[in-house]
């Protein structure tokens, strides 16, 4: 079983940065890809960005292209989402999310979110 936490939510004002975190326990971090999801209050979860298992490639949302940035420290089996010039429509809960072997097709192990609040 994997269990994914979220960490690192909160209120920032317009234009302002926050780093959020997921750790990961439960099976080897290194093998999953890892992803982030945000849900927006009356809105569907809409998909942020997808690091692979290497880390060696990542796809953006284009709504985040260029402000947001996911790293992962296999190490401490944690990956973050930097998230830079925040804008009021960046509000919505963040969820983390982790995909596997052998087909790395669906997110088979999600967190409970955080949420993160943007004010103009």
């Known amino acids: 079983q994997v269990q994914l936490v979220e960490s690192g939510g909160g209120l920032v004002q317009a234009g302002g940065s926050l780093r959020l975190s997921c750790a990961v326990s439960g099976r080897t971090f290194s093998v999953y890809a890892m992803g982030w999801f945000r849900q927006a209050p009356g809105k569907e979860r809409e998909f942020v960005v997808v690091?692979?298992?290497?880390?060696?490639?990542?796809s953006y949302a284009d709504s985040v292209k260029g402000r947001f940035t996911i790293t992962r420290d296999n190490a401490k089996n944690t990956v973050y989402l930097q998230m830079n010039s925040l804008k009021p429509e960046d509000t919505a809960v963040y969820f983390c999310?982790?995909?596997?072997?052998?087909?790395?097709?669906?997110?088979?192990?999600w967190g409970q979110g955080t949420q993160v609040t943007v004010s103009s």
């Open positions: 690091e692979s298992a290497s880390g060696r490639s990542a």
């Open positions: 999310a982790a995909k596997g072997p052998p087909s790395y097709t669906d997110y088979d192990y």
